[in-house]
């Protein structure tokens, strides 16, 4: 059964850092691309990032500049690292692995 598990969210203030980590489970980690998502209340899910078995990266054209993602094979784990984050930038951050496998969300929330 795939388990994703999201922590690392809280309250940051602008300009701050937060690093996300999702340890998975269930599934063979190193043949999967996985991928961060955000929802804002009131908006639809949106892709942050993702990262290919073959480490590849790709990310949204808003938070290239300011996000990064990698992964660890060996401890199963997939990382976002975030950088001068904004208001905007408050959201549920979600670990996403195809087919439909969601982690249960860790909250950022980005307020002076």
């Known amino acids: 059964q795939v388990r994703l598990v999201e922590s690392g969210g809280g309250l940051v203030q602008p300009g701050g850092s937060l690093r996300l980590s999702c340890v998975a489970s269930?599934?063979?980690?190193?043949?999967?691309?996985m991928s961060w998502y955000r929802r804002t209340p009131g908006k639809e899910r949106e892709s942050v990032a993702e990262?290919?078995?073959?480490?590849?990266?790709f990310y949204a054209d808003s938070m290239k500049d300011r996000f990064t993602i990698s992964r660890d094979n060996d401890k199963r784990m997939v990382y976002l690292q975030m950088d001068n984050l904004q208001p905007e930038d408050t959201a549920v951050y979600y670990c996403?692995?195809?087919?439909?496998?969601w982690g249960q969300g860790t909250q950022v929330t980005v307020s002076s």
């Open positions: 990262i290919t078995s073959t480490f590849e990266t």
């Open positions: 996403y692995r195809a087919s439909g496998h």
């Open positions: 269930g599934f063979m980690f190193s043949g999967y691309a």
